[in-house]
């Protein structure tokens, strides 16, 4: 007997031999990537662990007495809740001063970096300034330059203008160091912006002020959010320019005065876990607070 097409025994998927069920090839593919899928979950799992267990260490020698580190270890739990570390430190480093001076410090690069990056890259990406390239690859060179290379010049020129020992000399400088790599990143976006809306803009009657506030801006805030974020933690985390630059207790950073806890031949480490520990707490709060902020500027890229 003849078998037409479009009926249910040719549209049937093919039985293995002495079985009756059809192979569902889509299930079996889909079983396939899913445990590659749960060995990529297992590797990066494993990575995050691997990177936590400093924090682990820190959090378990912050609570405990220099004199059972010195005879248990690091790796001993705490006999007792020891809280001197934490209250030496606080005390000993003047802690609310340098929250102050880091906030500060990191802020203000923050804010004026991602200004100075617009700025730049309009002039770059959008205005189509000659030699465009060689000034993108200036501006990536600078930001690849090690900061030893940069502390005798920036102290020599700190000293000769007056600002050394002044919070604002370390403002200026990591503005400058910032704006290079976002000079760079938004250059590069602006680079590809769709010419229609800025020539519609213009046939509008929009000056160049108003184009750079009223459509491109708008289109590159989430980009401008994910470097403030970027430079505010990376600036708060700076060591060795403050460290050149702020000798006065009362201008330093938190990560000069963690520095200032350890002596030539004796290291109080609980009170150095507990000061670390604490000096987190700010920096993690901040990341908090914008995770939103940093995660849609990820994604908006990837939506347009």
């Known amino acids: 007997m003849a078998v037409t097409l479009g009926t249910p025994a040719a549209r049937s998927p093919a039985t293995p ?6 192979v569902d090839r889509r299930r079996r593919d889909r079983h396939h990537r899913g445990v590659g899928r749960w060995a990529v979950l297992a590797v990066v799992t494993a990575g995050a662990l691997l990177m936590l267990v400093p924090f682990a260490l820190m959090l378990l020698n912050a609570f405990k007495s220099p004199g ?8 001993s739990w705490p006999d007792e809740f020891y809280t001197q570390g934490l209250r030496t430190y606080w005390t000993a480093v003047d802690f609310p001063q340098k929250v102050w001076n880091s906030a500060l410090i990191s802020g203000s690069v923050a804010v004026l970096a991602v200004a100075v990056s617009l700025l730049n890259a309009y002039a770059l990406g959008v205005g189509r300034v000659r030699g465009r390239l060689w000034i993108v690859g200036l501006f990536l060179l600078a930001n690849m330059l090690p900061q030893e290379s940069l502390v ?21 400088i990591f ?15 602006l680079g590809t ?3 229609s809306l800025l020539e519609a803009g213009a046939l509008d009657g929009a000056g160049k002020w108003t184009i750079l506030w009223r459509i491109i801006l708008p289109n590159v805030r989430p980009t ?3 470097l403030l974020v970027f430079f505010f933690i990376w600036t708060w985390n700076e060591f060795l320019i403050p460290l050149v630059m702020l000798i006065d207790n009362e201008t330093q950073t938190i990560p000069v005065a963690l520095a200032s806890l350890q002596g030539d031949r004796l290291m109080d480490a ?7 520990l604490i000096s987190l707490v700010p920096a993690i709060l901040f990341f908090f607070i914008f995770q939103r902020t940093l995660s849609r500027g990820i994604t908006a890229g990837a939506d347009k």
């Open 17 to 22: 031999a002495g079985t009756g069920r059809p």
């Open 68 to 75: 059972q580190y010195s005879s248990e270890g690091p790796l």
């Open 152 to 172: 005798y010049p920036l102290y020599h020129l700190a000293k000769e203008v007056g600002l050394y020992n002044t919070r604002l000399v370390v403002i200026i």
């Open 175 to 189: 503005t400058v160091i910032q704006s290079a790599f976002g000079t760079y990143l938004l250059a590069s976006v």
């Open 193 to 195: 912006f769709p010419r």
């Open 224 to 226: 401008c959010a994910v």
């Open 270 to 276: 609980p009170t150095t876990n507990a000061g670390t």
